[in-house]
């Protein structure tokens, strides 16, 4: 399978401060372990554009992108929330995010890959439709499901979540709408707090407690996800690709392995390959442990690639 790489180095100049977690070392962990393994060698790599205001429009009102532009700071920081922070370059950082989406959904449309990683931070799915929060300024996921809708009309879009976050900010932008259907896990009760207990008939919500490991999260996926899949039949697949599941990540107390990864991402390649004609894009979220970071994403890109899993 040709799967495209798409990153951006402008990517690494939004910066929280030397103690944030998001870090642009996040992306530099990527990188090198990818190349240590050969594997970013298999992969189609080149640079993302910034999403346009159009793009950005489809899913966040004029309110929420004048508001963020006011808050960007011409030096320093500027606070969004409590752990969110601009520099003078997030704004672009963050519009490369959504516009790196927004690239593997037309690489994928036109046949110019099966599949697409976007390397690529902030992350997005915290951010609501009117709402920067949680690291995130635009949701990256749900602009790309726009522009596939916009552009190319796709009618039943998937977007697949398995950081150990649930993705609040694209339930909050998609919610009760019946043609994408949102299958989130994450660790209950944690972060956002929002939408944690909402019932919306496109939302397939599968909580995991604290001390959740491969077993059982697989389970899980398998009862909860495939079912809502098979009968949605998508005609695009999204994937949200946070890697902070991880035993070894600090930010929280699920503990998947590296294979665990790999298992969830074949997972997704075989449901594109059956129902989507293998069109699948995947977007970084996060993965904050640097080495579990970069062996995570190479375990990912190895099931995308079609290569076999190696410890």
Not at 56 to 71: F, K
Not at 82 to 91: E, I, V, Y
Not at 205 to 229: H, K
Request: net charge negative.
């Amino acid at each position: 399978m040709i799967t495209s790489y798409l990153t951006h180095p402008d990517c690494h100049h939004h910066d929280m401060g030397p103690e944030h977690p998001e870090s642009p070392l996040r992306l530099d962990a990527i990188r090198a372990q990818l190349m240590r393994s050969g594997v970013l060698q298999h992969t189609m790599q080149s640079d993302a554009k910034e999403a346009s205001g159009d793009q950005l429009l489809r899913v966040h009102p004029q309110a929420h992108l004048t508001r963020l532009d006011a808050t960007a700071p011409d030096c320093g920081h500027a606070a969004v929330d409590a752990d969110t922070l601009m520099n003078p370059h997030s704004l672009t950082a963050a519009r490369l995010a959504a516009g790196a989406a927004v690239k593997a959904v037309d690489q994928v449309f036109r046949g110019q890959a099966d599949n697409v990683f976007c390397a690529v931070r902030p992350p997005g799915h915290h951010a609501e439709a009117d709402d920067a929060m949680g690291f995130c300024f635009y949701n990256n996921v749900a602009v790309a499901a726009a522009h596939a809708r916009a552009s190319y009309a796709a009618q039943r879009i998937a977007i697949l979540d398995f950081d150990v976050h649930q993705c609040n900010g694209t339930i909050d932008i998609f919610k009760d709408d019946p043609d994408v259907l949102i299958c989130t896990s994450f660790q209950y009760p944690f972060y956002p707090w929002r939408y944690l207990d909402a019932r919306h008939d496109n939302v397939i919500n599968t909580p995991l407690a604290a001390g959740t490991a491969s077993a059982a999260f697989r389970q899980a996926i398998e009862r909860d996800w495939l079912p809502a899949l098979h009968e949605f039949r998508p005609d695009l697949v999204l994937v949200s690709a946070g890697f902070d599941a991880h035993r070894e990540d600090p930010m929280a107390e699920l503990c998947l392995e590296d294979d665990d990864y790999y298992w969830v991402t074949q997972l997704a390649v075989d449901i594109a390959a059956r129902y989507a004609g293998g069109k699948l894009v995947s977007v970084l979220e996060g993965g904050y442990d640097l080495k579990a970071l970069g062996r995570s994403v190479e375990a990912h890109l190895r099931a995308l690639l079609g290569l076999a899993y190696t410890a």
